[in-house]
Antibody, heavy 117, light 111 residues
Framework: EVQLVQSGAEVKKPGESLKISCMGS????????IAWVRQVPGKGLESVGI????????KYSPSFQGQVTMSVDKSLNSAYLQWRSLKASDTAMYYC??????????WGQGTLVTVSS | QSVLTQPPSASGTPRQRVSISCSGS????????VIWYQQLPGTAPKLLIY???KRASGVPDRFSGSKSGTSASLAISGLQSDDEAVYYC????????????FGGGTKLTVL
């Protein structure tokens, strides 16, 4: 079964750093793009960016360029999303998903990031 | 403000047919396939329709998608209570570095 499993919920203070993870299984991890999607509580979906697991090629949405960093560790079948200095406005659910020509499928279960002083 | 435009809400009674629209432009829906996702309360989105009109694995044939020009539509026939969810349309967009753009989501209520 193709599956993406994300790391657990995080509570952080403004200015702190954070790295969340997304581990793939059941498929050839390094032949697919991994997408990150943000969902602010009660709101819709926004593309953060995508990373190709084979060579770490990245494409960031302009809204997130410079605000987050995507990375991959092929040896661990894992993708990561990190922040150097969190802001309250980063509070959201973050999903990873495997991207193909069919779209995003499957999705991880989501990681809730709460930033509050 | 989402790139793709969907009505914020839709509703229907059991066994009824409902339709959800999604409007875009030449840089997204006009050039690329449309995808539909279903997000049940408290869960991650799930792929419903890809390639404009193809049902994902396990999706009942009560769900159908269509596309014409820069607009698309999701139809659900034989409405059931567990269809109550938020539905998102999505497509790739040349103006977003080839990334996927989403509609704002349509909350479907089964009365």
């Amino acid at each position: 079964e193709v599956q993406l499993v994300q790391s657990g919920a995080e509570v952080k203070k403004p200015g702190e750093s954070l790295k969340i993870s997304c581990m793939g299984s059941g498929y050839n991890f390094d032949t697919y793009w991994i997408a990150w999607v943000r969902q602010v509580p009660g709101k819709g979906l926004e593309s953060v960016g995508i990373i190709f697991a084979g060579d770490s090629d990245t494409k960031y949405s302009p809204s997130f360029q410079g605000q987050v960093t995507m990375s991959v560790d092929k040896s661990l079948n894992s993708a990561y999303l990190q922040w150097r200095s969190l802001k309250a406005s980063d509070t959201a659910m973050y999903y990873c998903a495997r991207q193909s020509s069919r779209g995003f499928d499957p999705w991880g279960q989501g990681t809730l990031v709460t930033v509050s002083s | 403000q989402s790139v793709l435009t969907q009505p914020p809400s839709a509703s229907g009674t059991p066994r009824q047919r409902v339709s959800i629209s999604c409007s875009g432009s030449s840089s997204n829906i006009g050039s690329y396939n449309v995808i539909w996702y279903q997000q049940l309360p408290g869960t991650a989105p799930k792929l419903l329709i890809y390639g404009n009109d193809k049902r994902a694995s396990g999706v009942p044939d009560r769900f159908s998608g269509s596309k014409s020009g820069t607009s698309a539509s999701l139809a659900i026939s034989g409405l059931q209570s567990d269809d109550e969810a938020v539905y998102y349309c999505a497509s790739w967009d040349d103006r977003l570095n080839g990334l996927v753009v989403f509609g704002g989501g349509t909350k479907l209520t089964v009365l």
